[in-house]
C-alpha cells in the first residue's frame, strides 16, 4: 500500500478546515527494479569476465626467447584405423614422411578402447604388430605407444568405474598384454577424470610397475590446470561437471608417470589472443608442478568444430604454438623434457602441418 501524510490547510484554502491529501510518493516501478537488478547481475558476471579477459590478452603480449622451440620429443595421436587393417605400407610411407624433420618421437595410435571392465580383446588391435614393425623400419627412432582409454563413470551410470579394484586390476592386465604384442610405450586417456581422484593415482602406480618391467614408457593425456583458485569446485557444484584438475593434483599425476600431455584444447575462448594466452598461461601452471624428470607435452587442436566448448577460428595451431613458446619462456626456457602434442592425424590440414613446422620445428 503506498503511503500518504495528511497536511492541515493555513487558512488559504477554502477554509473548510479539511484535510488535504499530498499525492503518493512513487515507489520505483517493478521495471525500474528489475533494471537495477540486471545492471548489478552484469557488474557481477562481467567485471570477473572482463579481469580474465584482460590477463589472458596480457598473456599473449610479448616475444617467446630464443630457443624455445623443438626438444625432439613431440607426439601425435593417431586414429585407429592404423591397427585395424585400414592402413597399408604406403601409408606407413607416407607418414614416415611426413614426421622426417619434425620434432616428433611418438606415436599415440588408438588400440582401445577399453571395455567398461577393464578388459581389452586382442581382437581390437589385429594389426599392431605389423604396425610397429613398419613404424620401426620406416622411421627409426620413432617410438609406438599404445593409447587407451575409456568413458568414466564419473558423471553417468555408464562408463568404466575407478573405484572397482577388479576393474583396476583388469586394465593392468590389459596393459600388460598388449605391451606383450611390442608396443613401445601405453598412453591413457581417460575422461571424464576429476580432480583428487584417488584410485586413478593408485591406477598409476600399479601400471608404472608393468611399464618398467617392459621398459617403455607410462604416458598420460591430462585435463587442463585450474585457471582460477579452485575453479573445478565452482564448476563442479554449478554444472557436474569439473573439467579442470587443481595444479596441486596434476603434479601428483605427473610425479607418477614418465609422460604427460595436456590437452590443452576446447577452451571456449572466442578470440586467437585469448586462446594463446591462455595456452601459455597453462604451459606455466604445469610447468611448475612437473618433475625435470617427466616429459611434460603441451596438446595443439589439429582438428575443427565450431561450438560452445571449441571454435576453430580462435583455437588455432599458431596460436597456441605461440601460447606454449611464451609460457616457456617465462617459466623455464631451458626445460629439456618438454613438447607439444599434436590431434589429431585424421584431421590435420596442411596449414596445421605447416603452423607446426613453421612455428615450433624450425
Do not use: C
Amino acid at each position: 500500500m503506498s503511503e500518504v501524510r495528511d497536511i492541515q490547510t493555513d487558512g488559504g484554502g477554502d477554509g473548510d478546515g479539511e484535510a488535504e491529501k499530498e499525492a503518493p510518493t512513487p515507489r520505483p516501478t517493478r521495471r525500474r527494479r528489475l533494471r537495477g537488478g540486471l545492471i548489478a547481475l552484469a557488474l557481477v558476471v562481467l567485471l570477473p569476465l572482463l579481469t580474465v579477459t584482460v590477463a589472458l590478452r596480457l598473456n599473449y603480449a610479448g616475444d617467446p626467447a630464443d630457443g624455445t622451440r623443438t626438444r625432439g620429443k613431440d607426439a601425435i595421436w593417431l586414429g585407429h584405423a592404423w591397427v585395424d587393417g585400414r592402413k597399408t605400407d604406403a601409408d606407413v610411407s607416407a607418414l614416415a614422411r611426413r614426421l622426417r624433420d619434425t620434432g616428433i618421437r611418438d606415436l599415440y595410435v588408438h588400440a582401445g578402447p577399453l571395455e567398461h571392465d577393464g578388459t581389452l580383446p586382442a581382437s581390437a588391435y589385429p594389426k599392431a604388430r605389423w604396425l610397429i614393425g613398419a613404424v620401426h623400419k620406416a622411421a627409426p627412432g620413432i617410438r609406438v605407444q599404445a593409447w587407451l582409454g575409456d568413458k568414466l563413470a564419473t558423471e553417468s551410470p555408464a562408463g568404466l568405474r575407478l573405484t572397482e579394484q577388479d576393474t583396476r586390476a583388469a586394465v593392468v592386465r590389459s596393459t600388460r598384454e598388449i605391451l606383450d604384442t611390442g608396443f613401445d610405450g601405453a598412453h591413457f586417456d581417460l575422461e571424464p577424470l576429476h580432480s583428487g581422484d584417488k584410485d586413478y593415482l593408485d591406477l598409476l602406480g600399479a601400471l608404472h610397475q608393468v611399464t618398467r618391467t617392459h621398459g617403455v614408457p607410462l604416458s598420460v593425456a591430462a585435463h587442463q590446470i585450474d585457471p582460477l583458485p579452485a575453479l573445478h569446485s565452482v564448476a563442479g557444484t554449478l554444472t557436474g561437471h569439473p573439467k579442470w584438475w587443481s595444479q596441486a593434483y596434476f603434479g601428483q599425476v605427473a610425479r607418477r608417470v614418465d609422460q604427460i600431455a595436456v590437452m590443452s584444447y576446447d577452451t571456449a575462448t572466442p578470440l586467437e589472443s585469448l586462446y594463446g594466452g591462455y595456452v601459455a598461461q597453462q604451459t606455466s601452471l604445469a610447468l611448475e608442478v612437473t618433475p625435470d624428470s617427466t616429459d611434460l607435452l603441451m596438446g595443439l587442436p589439429f582438428y575443427r568444430e565450431d561450438n560452445f566448448a571449441h571454435w576453430s577460428f580462435a583455437e588455432t595451431v599458431p596460436a597456441a604454438v605461440r601460447g606454449v613458446r611464451l609460457g616457456l619462456s617465462r617459466t623455464d626456457a631451458d626445460r629439456a623434457n618438454f613438447g607439444v602434442a599434436l590431434y589429431v592425424d585424421f584431421a590435420a590440414t596442411e596449414a596445421d602441418w605447416t603452423a607446426y613446422e613453421k612455428d615450433w620445428v624450425r
